[in-house]
């Protein structure tokens, strides 16, 4: 069965930093490419960040971009963000997910195309 499971949410002050992980089970990271989405109350949910392993490649959404930064250890078939100079703005449950690599060459990151999701976990950033 495959599973993805997300930790190390939490509540932080603006400015601060969390570090999400994403442990996947049932499938090799090599062969999707895998990431995080998030959703605020009220908001749609948006793609924050993903990597496809086997190539390194990294995307970013532009909101995210010098601040977050994704990488992926296949030893241990987990897939971190790390997040830093946090705004209430990033304020969501944040979702991890996974892409067949094909699929993520032609489509993008975009919701509707994933293979697997976590539960999410919530990131509270405080003003």
């Known amino acids: 069965e495959v599973q993805l499971v997300e930790s190390g949410g939490g509540l932080v002050q603006a400015g601060g930093s969390l570090r999400l992980s994403c442990a996947a089970s049932?499938?090799?990271?090599?062969?999707?490419?895998v990431g995080w989405f998030r959703q605020a109350p009220g908001k749609e949910r948006e793609g924050v960040s993903c990597i496809s392993s086997r190539d390194g490649l990294t995307w970013y959404a532009d909101s995210v971009k010098g601040r977050f930064t994704i990488s992926s250890d296949n030893a241990k078939s987990t897939v971190y963000l790390q997040m830093n100079s946090l705004r209430a703005e990033d304020t969501a449950v944040y979702y991890c997910?996974?892409?067949?690599?094909?699929?993520?060459?032609?489509?993008?990151?975009?919701?509707?195309?994933?293979?697997?999701w976590g539960k999410g976990t919530l990131v509270t950033v405080s003003s």
């Open positions: 997910a996974a892409q067949n690599i094909r699929r993520y060459y032609y489509k993008g990151w975009f919701s509707g195309e994933m293979d697997y």
């Open positions: 049932g499938l090799d990271i090599d062969d999707y490419a």
